[in-house]
Structures are given as C-alpha cells and as structure tokens.
C-alpha cells in the first residue's frame, strides 16, 4: 500500500496561472481533506470531502476548488494563483473503521511568484 | 465556528524533563483528539489520540488527558529524548468522529536539549 500520494511535490508558479494539485489513496477511506501549512499556523483545512460526492469548505476555502473525483481521488484546484497561495499542501485521508487516525501524504511545496 | 488554540507555541526542556502541551476547543460536539509530530521537512505523524468517551490515555512515555467540561485535553511526555524534538499539533474532530471535519491547532517547536 503507497497510503497517500500527492502529486507534485514542488511546484512554482507565476502570479495569476492555475494548476491543480492531485491525491490518490489506496486504504479506500471515505474521507478526504486538503491543508495548508504556513510558519506559525499550524495546518489550516482549506476543504474537505466526508465521503464520494460530497465536499464541504473549511477554514480557508478563498481562492481554492476542489473535486472529488472518485473515492480515491480528492484534487485541489488554484484558478488564479497570489503570492498568498505560497505554502506547503498537504493532502489526508480517513476511514469510517478503525481508529479515526488521518494518514497524510508526503506535501507539496508550492511558491507562487 | 470550529476552533482549536493550542499552547506554548514553543517549548524548551533538558533531557529527561517533561513537556507539556496544552489545547482547548471551542466545539462541545467534538469527539476525537489526536495529536500529531512533525519532523523537519516529513508529513505530521499520529502518536496517539484519545475519544470523548475517556478521560486519559497511555503510550509509553506519552499520554493525552481530556476534560470535557473545560474543553481542553493535553499532552504529556515524560522523560523527553533529543528525538522527540519536533513539532506537535493537536486536532479536533467534529461530527463523525472516524470521518468528520479535522481542526488542528496552531503547533508547538519543542526543543528537547541533550
């Protein structure tokens, strides 16, 4: 099992450009979540996903959309990128069984220039 | 709306003293609290984590109490190691406690020295 996986794992983008960060994970957890870690903010949601079908906005949702693709799939999605947006993203996963613990992917370092 | 505080936001202990670090909450339907390390430049990692339903639990050198009438819940590591420094975060879960919204707190750098 590769757990999550988040794809890129560095990114730099200009002011305005779009891109779309990816999440897969193979432990067929229903929920998904998408954070954003800053110096001294600790890990913010900027969206989660509770089950397939389903996305619901959380801490710092501005500026972001995101897709549920499938069960597996949970994408973030930057339409216009600020300089605001620099951060490292990290991407998790939950199950309905077992302990509640989220397993978090390895983070993407996104700079927006 | 949801909100978790967490404190000290840095923490300085000599070896073999203990730390403790400390979050309340602002939800009192909250229901699962885990706390999480993170080493430089790696993805948080869950060390242990307790329900509403306990009031303390137990790993080794580390353990979590929670107060649910205060809404506040800590983390206690005794006999700290130069490997247990790294960043701690707490977290709240609201609604289903395996699959609902997931707040954590704003971290803590402790420094454990040799």
């Known amino acids: 099992n590769a757990g999550v996986t988040q794809t890129p794992k560095f990114q730099v983008l200009k002011t305005g450009q779009s891109m779309t960060l990816q999440c897969a994970q193979d432990?067929?957890?229903?929920?998904m979540y998408w954070y954003r870690q800053d110096p001294g903010m600790g890990l913010r949601l900027i969206y989660y996903?509770?089950?397939?079908?389903?996305?619901d906005k959380g801490e710092v949702p501005n500026g972001y959309n995101v897709s549920r693709l499938n069960k597996r799939e949970f994408s973030l999605r930057l339409e216009s990128a600020a300089p605001s947006q620099t951060s490292v993203y990290f991407c998790?996963?939950?199950?309905?069984?077992?302990?509640?613990?989220?397993?978090f992917g390895q983070g993407t370092r996104l700079t927006v220039v | 709306g949801e909100n978790v505080e967490q404190h000290p936001s840095t923490l300085s202990v000599q070896e073999g003293d203990s730390a403790v670090i400390k979050c309340t909450y602002s939800?009192?339907?909250?229901?699962?609290f885990p706390w999480y390390k993170q080493e430089l430049g790696k993805r948080p990692q869950l060390i242990i984590d307790?329900?509403?339903?306990?009031g303390e639990k137990k790993d080794q050198r580390i353990a979590v109490t929670l107060n649910k009438t205060a809404k506040h819940f800590s983390l206690h590591i005794t006999e700290t190691q130069p490997e247990d420094s790294a960043v701690y975060f707490c977290?709240?879960?609201?609604?289903?406690?395996?699959?609902?919204?997931?707040?954590f707190g704003q971290g803590t750098t402790l420094q454990v020295k040799p």
């Open positions: 998790a996963s939950r199950g309905d069984r077992g302990s509640g613990r989220a397993f």
């Open positions: 432990m067929n957890h229903n929920s």
């Open positions: 996903s509770a089950s397939e079908g389903t996305t």
């Open positions: 939800d009192s339907a909250s229901n699962y």
């Open positions: 307790i329900r509403s339903n306990v």
């Open positions: 977290a709240a879960s609201i609604g289903s406690s395996n699959t609902g919204k997931l707040i």
